[in-house]
């Protein structure tokens, strides 16, 4: 890089970490991570360049800062006492013409290349200065990390058997003494799970004894005094009595054979159902767990009707009473049966289509077939859309802004719509209509306006009536 005529030397580049950008005055190139007083909002890796010159009174220094993230150049001056500010430079330039700078990496160093030739390269570390970590190092850490793991793996086993194994104590002295007798190293046989073998007691020998499972059947008969060494449940040794274990061949292998089974205690199915034919006589009362009453439940298989249930499905019923009993009379003519098909709306709407007038809103027909209803109350409309539907025929609503009033989107029918002004009124905007016909709205507190809105198919019509 060349500065006014003359050339910035190469320089080793130390990369600090935290370094006070304004402590940068003397001459040379600088590698900073994260540095204080640097560009604002540019990365944190720059390398800054540092050239220094004096005037007839104060020392002048000239600080360039590139980006290695990408993020551009920036310059700045000290003019003895204070610091200007950081300025971005275009195109990565420079005082002296353009500057393009890039990095080249090798497994020993990192160079920092311009186009001009003037390239500053980061040596490797050493005891006293940071720098490049070259790739042998990094494989003799990375080699040094997995031995001591390795090591601690092996200190953790090593501590674990040492856990393990158990101290001498009086146990293992007596266990150590079994093996001076025949009896006692019998029984250490059956340390092995896979010895198959039981142990007895021997009342003439006043000792313990063991004896193979194949063994069993030809054993003679044992005397008087002979037991069999039971392990229990809860860890301990109990002696049972030769002559209460069946002999070999003997006892039962299927349930099915215990003629006069006795359970001794309450049954126990784990989660199983019990299946087959036949009867189960019980003696007594059964309990059944209570289950509220429920439509799918009720139509599946009932095992056992319990009260509350029958209670629960009777109580959903519809009592006996004059209406059913008449109900059930109309079944017994050809005009009954023909009457009760027709309690469908629409198989009653189709026989007597030319009469037939839906009603919603509470209608209701009077006696000599006036219609009449209660007016459904739409609110206050002061903005958006009102979209009629037929949940109403009779309804009403007041104008309090602007809004805009569409048909019906489904359904065939007619509406009668009461629409009136008040001192907020605002302009009515019609949308959807196939025709409009009839006065114009007006914004005018008080006036009232009729409007009935007929659908037919997709074809729908508003015809507006001013009260006024």
Known sequence: MSVGGGRLLRNKIRLSVGKDADTLRSPGAYGVDTPSNGPEDAGDLFVIFVLVGRDDTDRRVHQTAHSLEGN??????????????????????????????????????????????????IPEADHENA????????????????????????????????????????????????????????????????????????????????????????????????????????????????????????????????????????LDINGFDIVGTGNIDIVGSV?????????????????????????????????????????????????????????????????????????????????DLGLTATSKDDGTKSSGTFT????????HCVNNGAFTLAPPSSGEGMIFLKITNNSSAGAITTSGFTKKVGDDFTTTNGHVFFCTVARSGSVTMLSVTAMQ
């Open 72 to 121: 551009g150049d920036f310059i700045r001056y000290y003019d003895g006492s204070v610091w200007s500010e950081w300025s971005e430079l275009g195109s990565g330039g420079g005082p002296g013409g353009e500057t393009n700078l890039s990095v080249s990496l090798t497994s020993t160093t990192v160079t920092i290349e311009n186009d001009n030739g003037d390239d500053a390269e």
């Open 131 to 266: 720098g490049v970590l070259s790739a042998a190092d990094k494989e003799l850490i990375d080699n040094l990390q997995s031995m001591a793991f390795e090591a601690a793996e092996d200190f953790i086993r090593a501590v674990d058997i040492g856990v393990l194994v158990q101290a001498y104590d009086s146990d293992l002295d007596a266990i150590a003494a079994l093996t001076t007798t025949a009896g006692g190293r019998s029984v250490l046989t059956l340390a092995d799970p896979n010895a198959d073998r039981v142990l007895a007691w021997d009342d003439s020998a006043s000792a313990i004894v063991a004896i193979a499972l194949a063994d069993i059947a030809t054993e003679a008969a044992p005397d008087a005094g002979d037991y069999l060494l039971v392990y229990l449940a809860d860890g301990s040794l109990a002696k049972v009595d030769w002559s209460n274990i069946p002999l070999p061949g003997t006892g039962i292998s299927e349930v099915v054979e215990d003629t006069d089974p006795e359970l001794g205690g309450d």
């Open 287 to 367: 309990t059944v767990s209570d289950e509220a009453y429920d439509a799918t439940g009720w139509n599946s298989d009932l095992s056992v009707p319990t009260k509350n249930a029958v209670r629960d499905k009777i109580e959903t019923l519809q009592p006996l009473d004059s209406d059913l009993t008449a109900i059930a009379a109309l079944t017994t003519s050809s005009y009954g049966r023909g009457l009760l098909t027709l309690a469908d709306d629409d198989a009653l709407a189709a026989e007597i289509s030319e009469f037939y007038v839906p009603l919603t809103g509470a209608a209701t027909l009077d006696d």
């Open 388 to 395: 009629l539907d037929f949940s109403a025929n009779f309804r």
